[in-house]
């Protein structure tokens, strides 16, 4: 709290005039990161619903990097949060899913979204330095004939960079095509 004030420029004390301490200012914060994300209801369909909300929370959680990290420590008992949960939950319901199922795969899908994201967050690059860069750098960490496979891959990411929207698109896709077989009549 005194950080913040002191970036505020303000007395961390005055600060309890607006929030209850710590945790309060915290869950907030989550707050008006999950309200970012677009949930799309009637007239999408439920995979492009879901596709949707994959890539608006990603682009969230981009723009806020402390934001997935916090999102998984705090209670989500808040407006927007319920509101979010409810949302994902009423496009699934509504496209046939039951109750557990629904649950289950918001589950999968956010498990997907928070995963991939702390992943690619693990990988940045320097300040300046490209994918293909990167690449190189682990070509030259490798060991002569040792890691075959590893070089292959790395290979191709220094003369084709590694695309993360396409992969995560490529995940995303295998993930809504299974829950898609749990629908009745599929």
Same mark, same amino acid.
């Given at each position: 709290m005194r950080e913040l004030g002191r970036e505020l420029g303000v007395e961390a %004390?005055?600060? =309890?005039?607006?929030? %209850? @301490?710590? #945790?309060?200012?915290?869950? @907030?914060? &989550?707050?008006? +990161?999950?309200?970012?994300i677009e949930v799309p209801g009637e007239g999408v369909g439920w995979k492009e619903a879901m596709r949707r909300r994959a890539i608006s929370a990603?682009? &969230?959680? +981009?723009r806020h990097r402390w934001a997935a990290p916090l999102h998984d420590s705090r209670d989500r008992t808040g407006p927007h949060s319920l509101s979010y949960v409810d949302g994902v939950l009423g496009v699934l319901i509504g496209a046939g899913f039951s109750p557990a199922a629904a649950a289950n %795969?918001?589950? &999968? &899908? #956010? @498990? =997907?979204?928070y995963g991939f994201e702390r992943r690619q967050s693990g990988l940045a690059l320097d300040e300046g330095a490209t994918a293909t860069d990167a690449a190189e750098e682990v070509l030259a960490a490798i060991p002569e004939g040792a890691y075959p496979n590893a070089v292959r891959v %790395?290979?191709?990411? !220094?003369?084709?960079?590694?695309?993360?929207? !396409? !992969?995560f698109d490529f995940g995303l896709g295998l993930i809504l095509d299974g829950l898609e077989r749990l629908l009745p009549g599929e």
């Open positions: %004390a005055s600060l =309890y005039n607006h929030v %209850a @301490g710590k #945790d309060d200012l915290l869950d @907030g914060m &989550v707050e008006l +990161a999950i309200a970012e990603r682009e &969230v959680f +981009a %795969a918001f589950l &999968v &899908v #956010d @498990g =997907y979204i %790395a290979m191709e990411f !220094a003369t084709t960079p590694f695309d993360h929207d !396409a !992969a």
